[in-house]
C-alpha cells in the first residue's frame, strides 16, 4: 500500500498501525538494503560486498522516515544483516527512529553464490554455458559452484522466523534473494512465486498475523 504525503495521507497511514496493532500478533518490519555499486551494475553480490550509492543511501533514509510513521513511539528490536551493506543500510534508517536494540544475525545474511558471487549474469554464462537455463526461473543460483544450496537458506530462514515468534515486533533488515524467501515462508508460498516477488528497495514490508503482508511506503 502507498502512502501519499504525510500530511494528506495521515488517516490513510493511522489506518494501517491499527490494522497491524489490532488484528493480533507480531509484526515484521522487513526492508532490504539501499541500492550499492553492484546492483547498479547488475553484479550478484551474495556473500561479496559493495558500498551503498548515493540513490541506496536515500533509499535508506526513506526506509527509516517510513518507520517512523508507522511505529509511532514503539521501538521494537533490529535484527540486521552482518554484511556492511546492511549494516550502513541500518544505520541510516535508525537516524529516524530513538535508540533501538541491534543485533546482527547472520541468518539475515545474503545467499552465498560461492564462485559467483560479484559476477554478472554475462560473465556467469560465459564461464558456465547453459547453467542458467538447466533450471527454472531465478533457481539456477541455488546451485553456483561452493554456494548455499536452497535447503541451507531456508532451514536458516525458518529458524530466524522462530526465533521472532516470541517478540512482538522486530525491524529486520537483510537482502534481496533471502527477504523474497522470508516473505515466502511467511506467506506459504510456492518457491517459484515467492522468488518473483518485489524487492523494492525503498519500501518497508509490514509483515503480519496470519501471513498477512502490506507494503509501506
Not at 529516524?96 to 541468518?107: E, G, S
Not at 564461464?127 to 559452484?145: D, I, L, N, V
Not at 536458516?156 to 537483510?174: K, M, Q, T
Not at 515462508?185 to 515467492?194: C, S, V
Request: hydrophobic fraction near 40%.
Amino acid at each position: 500500500m502507498r502512502a501519499r504525503s504525510p500530511r494528506s495521507g495521515w488517516p490513510f497511514i493511522r489506518a494501517i498501525r491499527w490494522w497491524l496493532r489490532h488484528e493480533g500478533g507480531r509484526v515484521i518490519y522487513l526492508l532490504r538494503h539501499g541500492e550499492t555499486e553492484f546492483n547498479r551494475e547488475g553484479r550478484y553480490q551474495g556473500a561479496a560486498d559493495s558500498p551503498l550509492t548515493e540513490r541506496g543511501q536515500g533509499q535508506s533514509l526513506t526506509c527509516g522516515r517510513i518507520l517512523q510513521r508507522h511505529l509511532d513511539g514503539r521501538l521494537p528490536p533490529l535484527w540486521c544483516s552482518p554484511q556492511p551493506r546492511a549494516q550502513v543500510t541500518a544505520g541510516l534508517v535508525a537516524r529516524a527512529l530513538p535508540p533501538l536494540d541491534l543485533r546482527l544475525d547472520p541468518r539475515l545474511r545474503e545467499i552465498s553464490m560461492g564462485v559467483w558471487d560479484g559476477l554478472t549474469r554475462a560473465e556467469i554464462e560465459s564461464g558456465w554455458p547453459g547453467t542458467r537455463k538447466a533450471h527454472p526461473p531465478r533457481q539456477w543460483m541455488f546451485h553456483a559452484p561452493g554456494g548455499e544450496r536452497l535447503e541451507q537458506v531456508l532451514d536458516r530462514l525458518r529458524a530466524l522466523l522462530a526465533d521472532a515468534a516470541s517478540l512482538p515486533d522486530v525491524i529486520f533488515v537483510g537482502h534481496g534473494v533471502t527477504g523474497r524467501l522470508l516473505r515466502g515462508l511467511h506467506r506459504n508460498l510456492p518457491l517459484p512465486e515467492a522468488l518473483l516477488l518485489d524487492a523494492a528497495q525503498n519500501a518497508v514490508f509490514a509483515l503480519g498475523p496470519d501471513g498477512s503482508e502490506t507494503r509501506l511506503d
